[in-house]
Antibody, heavy 118, light 109 residues
Framework: QVRLVQSGAEVKEPGASVKVSCKTS????????FHWMRQAPGQGLECMGW????????KYSRKFQGRVTMTRDTSTNTVYMELSGLTSDDTAVYYC???????????WGQGTLVTVSS | QTVVTQEPSLTVSPGGTVTLTCASS?????????PNWFQQKPGQAPRPLIY???NKHSWTPARFSGSLLGGKAALTLSRVQPEDEADYYC?????????FGPGTKVTIL
């Protein structure tokens, strides 16, 4: 069955970077797009950008350009999201989601809590 | 900056019907915005309900339906059950950018 399993919770100091992974299984990885979203405590969902399984189509939301890098590894069918220059405002649950065709976010990871604190 | 708006909160009685809407600051929402709807309960990841305005995922209960209504995307919950109490988010596609609405908290009372 389709699964997206994210890495565990992280605690980082201000100014550091965090890299969250999203390991997929149960489908042909290169045929799909993967989106990253985040949700600050008590807040709504925010799109950060996307990467396709081929790795040749990557786009970052304007808010995160210059601080976010999305990559993928086809040998393990895993996508990664790295966010640098962390501040307390980056404390949030980060989600990956599969986009099966033209804006159809059908499967999501369980979420990864990133806490930024000194 | 594109803004998507939703009702902050709605209350409905068990067995009743409630319609949530999703509006765009750019004008009328059409099928070209590929509206998606998600349900989220506390401590859980969002659960996809609707894509491309009105299409249901295989797991979406029949009592949930999506449509376009008065220039907005809409999600209608019919025969509401207690387990439908949750936050509901819409997502619109702007040709290279994806924007979530702020969410609607649905309370069953």
């Amino acid at each position: 069955q389709v699964r997206l399993v994210q890495s565990g919770a992280e605690v980082k100091e201000p100014g550091a970077s965090v890299k969250v992974s999203c390991k997929t299984s149960g489908f042909t990885f290169i045929n799909y797009y993967f989106h990253w979203m985040r949700q600050a405590p008590g807040q709504g969902l925010e799109c950060m950008g996307w990467i396709n399984g081929n790795g040749n189509d990557i786009k970052y939301s304007r808010k995160f350009q210059g601080r976010v890098t999305m990559t993928r590894d086809t040998s393990t069918n895993t996508v990664y999201m790295e966010l640098s220059g962390l501040t307390s405002d980056d404390t949030a649950v980060y989600y990956c989601a599969r986009d099966s065709s033209a804006v159809r976010f059908d499967y999501w990871g369980q979420g990864t809590l990133v806490t930024v604190s000194s | 900056q594109t803004v998507v708006t939703q009702e902050p909160s709605l209350t409905v009685s068990p067995g009743g019907t409630v319609t949530l809407t999703c509006a765009s600051s750019t004008g009328a929402v059409t099928s070209g915005y590929s509206p998606n709807w998600f349900q989220q309960k506390p401590g859980q990841a969002p659960r996809p309900l609707i894509y491309s305005t009105s299409n249901k995922h295989s797991w979406t209960p029949a009592r949930f339906s999506g449509s376009l209504l008065g220039g907005k995307a809409a999600l209608t919950l019919s025969r509401v059950q207690p387990e439908d109490e949750a936050d509901y988010y819409c997502l619109l596609y702007y040709g290279g950018a994806y924007v979530f609405g702020p969410g609607t908290k649905v309370t069953i009372l």
